[in-house]
């Protein structure tokens, strides 16, 4: 769900038309708004194509970052696989989150077969080759996987960033790489402000783009 206004790197609000005709123009809506509205709708859940990849995720997915925060972790794996047992499918982690403590339940939770019930996407913060690679294994043992579905390049909000990106010893040689390696399915980056990184980085022929926006939810 995306606001009415969305942040500039200036602190001045974009409309909703104008991140749209923006969006357009960088091709991030040619590839994934015809797949947006072809939905499906299983109990409760609704399913939805995620961009160009084929697979069919939960329209609500299951932030990984509040996860590395009770006090109890057996309290997060409950939250884990209670949203899976509700149809959630779509998991969201990164390295960085609570020092690892988010990937470290996500991965207990997602024991006793519910591995096979979901997206498993995280995130790294490497900028170099080397610094990737050992983020991405690091990844896949807390979340006791051989593989992610999704890698994604986290918070491509510098202007340096794209070019340390595609740089020779780069981030996505290591992600391409682990892609080859079977480590990973389908490759991505994050962004949330600045127009220049995300068009740098949509040079890539990407799978995913994941944009944040804001929204607030009603009062219960």
Not at 22 to 36: E, H, Q, Y
Not at 71 to 88: K, P, W
Not at 111 to 129: H, I, N, P
Not at 179 to 207: D, N, P
Request: hydrophobic letters at 40%; glycine letters at 10%; proline letters at 2%.
């Amino acid at each position: 769900m995306m606001n009415d206004e969305i942040d500039s790197p200036d602190g001045a609000g974009i409309s909703r038309r104008q991140f749209t005709k923006w969006a357009a123009a960088t091709g991030i809506l040619a590839s994934v708004a015809p797949a947006v509205w072809a939905q499906e709708k299983k109990g409760d859940m609704i399913y939805r194509q995620l961009g160009r990849t084929g697979e069919r995720v939960s329209a609500i997915g299951l932030g990984g970052y509040h996860l590395g925060m009770q006090e109890d972790e057996n309290l997060s794996i409950r939250i884990i696989r209670t949203g899976i047992d509700r149809g959630i499918t779509f998991l969201d982690n990164a390295w960085d989150y609570n020092d690892g403590k988010s990937e470290i339940r996500m991965g207990k939770a997602l024991r006793d077969g519910y591995r096979d019930k979901v997206f498993l996407m995280t995130k790294f913060d490497g900028r170099t080759a080397a610094a990737t690679t050992e983020q991405i294994d690091q990844s896949l043992k807390r979340l006791q996987t051989d593989h992610v579905d999704l890698i994604q390049f986290h918070e491509n909000i510098r202007l340096e960033d794209p070019d340390r990106f595609f740089a020779p010893a780069g981030a996505l040689e290591a992600m391409l790489a682990a892609k080859k390696a079977g480590k990973v399915r389908y490759l991505g980056f994050t962004g949330t402000r600045i127009r220049r990184c995300i068009c740098g980085c949509s040079r890539w022929r990407r799978r995913a783009v994941f944009i944040l926006t804001r929204f607030k939810c009603p009062s219960t």
